[in-house]
């Protein structure tokens, strides 16, 4: 049919054009231990979120090695043709070690937030989230048509005047544990001494805490005390100091049975491969040792003391913030240390907020003394 409109957008034309400032790429890459070859470099890695170093460690690569002997690919959905007992094991391990009743594995951590905030809420249901929430968390919220309340980062405060102000029969808070690009963390305690006082439940997303925070790296809830507490539903991944690739959601056994029937990303979602399974059941075996979590600890308390003057944002957790400010000077800073061999790709809006683009470290325990040294004295040199 003709049409009077000589501008109407096709898929040339449909999206406005990102600033080159702002602009993505998917780069090609190869790591090998904590360096990355990009682009012909081979530079040494400060963005990688595998705190533990286990995604090349040889015990995680034997595991996973092994089950792809028997399969590559799981098959189908979890409720079609059944679980790799070594799933079902796993899960078994992951709610012992938390110390929570149950466990339900699933292929992502966006696979879990959304999937889990859709099955707990609806459009009768109050959720409140604080404003620097991981885009899963977000997304999850929208696509449930929940009420939506934000509240200011960490602001309890006004956490709790929003309950006030909100009565509902089902109401949920909802909090990152860490926070991906500040590296803060929540008052784990406080907010679930309000969901006690307002009758509501807790959900808190631990995927950077998991591994490398709280006591034997079992989380800021564990560093809290309130694990397995009734009201709190807490996510892990598989994607961060494992080192290997899923998530899993911890609550009372009466939730996960109710997940297992009406989480929508499990049950129309293709089941993990046990590859991926048995290298997490390694990871955990190694985490649970603690040799890795000591060394992370110790390469994050050098770089802490290498940087205390150079302006970092408030961290304890692997995550290094040091905002910039401008987009234009976070890609110069970021460009001026590629140029000496070390990767820490600068962080744009809208992935933050705007003003505050910055460089995100992140401290592993593979990293030597001698790469962080050598790092911070550049750092010295630039700022």
């Known amino acids: 049919m003709p049409t009077s409109m000589p501008d109407m957008p096709d898929s040339r034309n449909w999206f406005a054009e ?3 400032t702002r602009r993505r790429r998917l780069t090609a890459s190869r790591r090998q231990g904590m360096l990355i070859h990009l682009d012909g470099e081979q530079l040494i890695n400060f963005a990688s979120n595998d705190y533990l170093g286990l995604s090349f460690h040889p015990a995680v690569c034997m595991g996973a090695k092994g089950a792809l002997d028997e399969a590559v ?6 409720l079609v043709s059944g679980d790799d ?20 594995i699933l292929g992502s951590g966006m696979l879990a937030n959304i999937g889990l905030i859709q099955a707990l809420a609806d459009r009768h249901t109050h959720v409140f989230s604080d404003k620097l929430n991981h885009a899963s968390l977000v997304d999850g919220v929208r696509l449930c ?17 929003l309950l006030e102000k909100h009565p509902a029969e089902r109401r949920i808070i909802v909090s990152d544990g860490i926070f991906s690009m500040d590296g803060d963390s929540a008052d784990a305690a406080a ?21 490398c925070m709280g006591p034997e790296g079992r989380g800021i809830t564990a560093e809290h005390n309130i694990s397995g507490h009734p009201r709190l539903i807490e996510v892990g991944t598989f994607g961060k100091a494992f080192g290997s690739y899923g998530a899993f959601i911890l609550g009372t056994a009466e939730l996960i049975e109710g997940l297992r029937q009406r989480q929508r990303t499990l049950i129309y979602s293709t089941a993990l491969p046990v590859a991926m399974i048995a290298a997490a059941e390694t990871a955990l075996a190694l985490i649970q040792r603690g040799e890795q979590l000591q060394q992370l600890r110790e390469n994050l308390a050098l770089f802490k003391a290498q940087t205390e003057e150079l302006g970092f944002m408030a961290s304890d957790s692997p995550i290094q913030p040091l905002i910039v400010g401008s987009d234009e000077q976070a890609l110069q800073l970021a460009a001026a240390l590629r140029d000496t061999g070390f990767f820490v790709p600068a962080i744009r809006p809208p992935t933050v907020p705007e003003g505050t683009a910055r460089l995100r470290f992140t401290i592993t325990a593979a990293h030597s003394s001698e790469q962080i040294e050598q790092l911070t004295a550049r750092l010295r040199e630039l700022l």
């Open 145 to 161: 048509g929940a009420k939506s309340h934000r509240y200011n980062h960490l602001e309890t405060i006004q956490l709790q005047k």
């Open 85 to 104: 007992p070594m799933l079902h094991r796993l899960e078994q391990k992951l709610a012992a070690w938390k110390g929570y009743e149950a466990c339900l």
């Open 18 to 20: 990102t600033p080159a």
């Open 191 to 211: 907010l679930l001494g309000l969901a006690q006082a307002h009758d509501t439940l807790l959900l808190i997303d631990d995927a950077h805490g998991i591994g």
């Open 73 to 78: 690919g799981s098959g189908a959905s979890r």
